[in-house]
T-cell receptor, first 115, second 113 residues
Framework: SQTIHQWPATLVQPVGSPLSLECTVE??????LYWYRQAAGRGLQLLFY??????ISSEVPQNLSASRPQDRQFILSSKKLLLSDSGFYLC??????????????FGEGSWLTVV | SQQGEEDPQALSIQEGENATMNCSYK?????LQWYRQNSGRGLVHLIL?????REKHSGRLRVTLDTSKKSSSLLITASRAADTASYFC?????????????FGKGTKLSVIP
């Protein structure tokens, strides 16, 4: 069966510091991968998605970047965090192809507080 | 892009009662999905209904879709305290090559024991 791991679960970072959130998927090949952000009391905002190694699409201009160095690894980064980057970040995956007809499977999320 | 909007924003019921949540969207879709999120956790997929379907059941869940009204409802029957969570609808674009589901802001359901 497929599993998704996301870490760290919680982190508190000062403004201007770098960020790295990591996500790995097991049990499937060539998944679509996603990073979402959920601000308090808000819906989910898609930040990045990837259909393959090195292929990243950004949905929202921002202070963040994503990379996919391996088939089942997805990394969310920032060189300098802003206060507005605080939120709950969710990594997710779906089967390749037929994107909007597929179920999206989420990790447990990472709480980021920028102070 | 289109967006699902859930209604109500919050719902509080007694255990054993039924809970109904609604979702409205703006443009054509090829499917609509419902997800559940326990506080501080990731989302879990509940059910997917395609645009050519009108009703779907899964255990105590019943989902309806009315494409003429651009709306869907999620009914949870005989609610339990463990059903306490936020529930989100997500719509998938009808256009080809679209990679994202658009999520609403959710309905926060509280089931009181």
């Amino acid at each position: 069966s497929q599993t998704i791991h996301q870490w760290p679960a919680t982190l508190v970072q000062p403004v201007g510091s770098p960020l790295s959130l990591e996500c790995t998927v097991e049990g499937t090949s060539n998944p679509n991968l996603y990073w979402y952000r959920q601000a308090a009391g808000r819906g989910l905002q898609l930040l990045f998605y990837s259909v393959g190694i090195g292929q990243i699409s950004s949905e929202v201009p921002q202070n963040l970047s994503a990379s996919r160095p391996q088939d089942r690894q997805f990394i969310l980064s920032s060189k300098k965090l802003l206060l507005s980057d605080s939120g709950f970040y969710l990594c997710a995956w779906s089967l390749a192809g037929g994107f909007t007809g597929n179920t999206i499977y989420f990790g447990e999320g990472s709480w980021l507080t920028v102070v | 892009s289109q967006q699902g909007e859930e209604d109500p924003q919050a719902l509080s019921i007694q255990e054993g009662e039924n809970a109904t949540m609604n979702c409205s969207y703006k443009t054509s879709i090829n499917n609509l999905q419902w997800y559940r999120q326990n506080s501080g956790r990731g989302l879990v997929h509940l059910i997917l209904i395609r645009s050519n379907e009108r009703e779907k059941h899964s255990g105590r869940l019943r989902v309806t879709l009315d494409t003429s009204k651009k709306s869907s409802s999620l009914l949870i029957t005989a609610s339990r305290a463990a059903d306490t969570a936020s529930y989100f609808c997500a719509t998938g674009d009808s256009g080809a090559g679209s990679y994202q589901l658009t999520f609403g802001k959710g309905t926060k359901l509280s089931v009181i024991p």
